[in-house]
C-alpha cells in the first residue's frame, strides 16, 4: 500500500479539517480566528502576551504536517537537518520557536485541551517571548491517528 497515494486532503488554516471523520472528503474550514482566541485565552491565563496568526508559519506547519501524515509518525524532526531550526533557516527565518506536534484530535479545542495538559507543550504554549504562530494540520485517513497537527511559535530575532 502507497500511503502517499491514499493521503486525500492537505489541511492548513483556510482548508477542511473540523471533524475528521476518517474518509477526510468533507469537513469545516479551521477557524483561525478561534484558535487564536483560545490559543490567546490559554496565554493569558498564564500571563503571556497575545500573539498573531502568521501565514508563512501556518505554510511551514503544514508542509511538516504532510511529512508526518505521509509517514504516519508524530515527531517533531524526520532525520538529520528536518528538525525546526532546519526548517526554518531554509526559509530565511531566524530568531526564537517552539513546536508543538499532535495527532488524532478532530478539532483546534480537543488538541488545545490535550497539549494543556502536557508540561512541555503548555510551555511552549505560554512562552512569553513569542509573538507569531502558525498552526496546520494535515490528514491520512489509512494512518493510525488521521489527523496531524503542527503549530509553530515564533518571535523574529528582529524583535
Not at 134 to 158: E, H, K, M, Q
Amino acid at each position: 500500500m502507497d500511503i502517499q497515494n491514499d493521503i486525500h486532503e492537505w489541511i492548513a488554516a483556510a482548508s477542511p479539517i473540523e471533524g475528521v471523520d476518517g474518509q477526510a472528503t468533507t469537513g469545516k474550514f479551521i477557524d483561525i480566528d478561534r484558535a487564536t482566541r483560545l490559543i490567546n485565552t490559554i496565554r493569558s491565563r498564564h500571563g503571556a502576551k497575545p500573539i498573531v496568526f502568521d501565514q508563512g508559519l501556518a505554510d511551514l506547519a503544514l508542509n511538516h504536517a504532510i511529512t508526518m501524515a505521509s509517514n504516519g509518525r508524530v515527531t517533531n524532526s524526520f532525520g538529520p537537518g528536518g528538525g525546526l531550526r532546519s526548517r526554518l533557516a531554509e526559509v530565511g527565518l531566524r530568531g526564537i520557536a517552539a513546536e508543538n506536534v499532535g495527532a488524532g484530535h478532530s478539532t483546534v479545542d480537543s488538541l488545545l485541551q490535550d497539549w494543556q495538559r502536557s508540561r512541555g507543550h503548555r510551555a511552549n504554549l505560554v512562552h512569553g517571548k513569542m509573538t507569531h504562530f502558525g498552526l496546520a494540520a494535515a490528514t491520512n485517513p489509512v494512518s493510525r491517528y488521521r489527523a496531524y497537527w503542527d503549530l509553530i511559535l515564533f518571535r523574529p530575532a528582529s524583535h
